[in-house]
């Protein structure tokens, strides 16, 4: 049974992969939301979220604040301002999530996540 302060390998993977283009793309949608914050979003837009998101959402899947993260309705298009409050509500919860098990200890050594053991 995986303890509550340890993840995978995958989550690992996808987390570092996933977080600088959250990072980038969370920007844009910052600023475009600033310029026109009730200017509705393209499909093409929805669909690039979304991919991101979901994969997020797998790997925050198992955190108490996972019923709270939901993806875009690529059927009703978004407003920016939309976006940017459920980008908000992921990368809340990604922050919490890099809190919880990314560990710095300079005495023991360099940062480390703290992995569920792997199966024999």
């Given at each position: 049974m995986m303890k509550k302060?340890?993840?995978?390998?995958?989550q690992i993977s996808i987390f570092r992969t996933?977080?600088?283009?959250?990072?980038?793309?969370?920007?844009?949608?910052?600023m475009l939301a600033q310029k026109k914050p009730d200017g509705t979003v393209n499909k093409t837009k929805v669909a690039l979220v979304n991919r991101l998101?979901?994969?997020l959402k797998t790997v925050?899947?198992?955190?108490?604040?996972?019923?709270?993260l939901d993806i875009l309705d690529d059927d009703t298009l978004p407003q920016y301002s939309d976006v940017l409050l459920v980008m908000s509500q992921y990368k809340a919860s990604l922050k919490e999530f890099s809190h919880r098990y990314y560990y710095s200890d300079v005495a023991y050594g360099p940062s480390t996540w703290h992995r569920s053991p792997k199966k024999a």
């Open positions: 302060n340890q993840i995978t390998e995958e996933a977080i600088p283009l959250f990072d980038s793309l969370y920007k844009e949608v910052s998101l979901e994969d925050l899947s198992k955190e108490d604040h996972d019923k709270y």
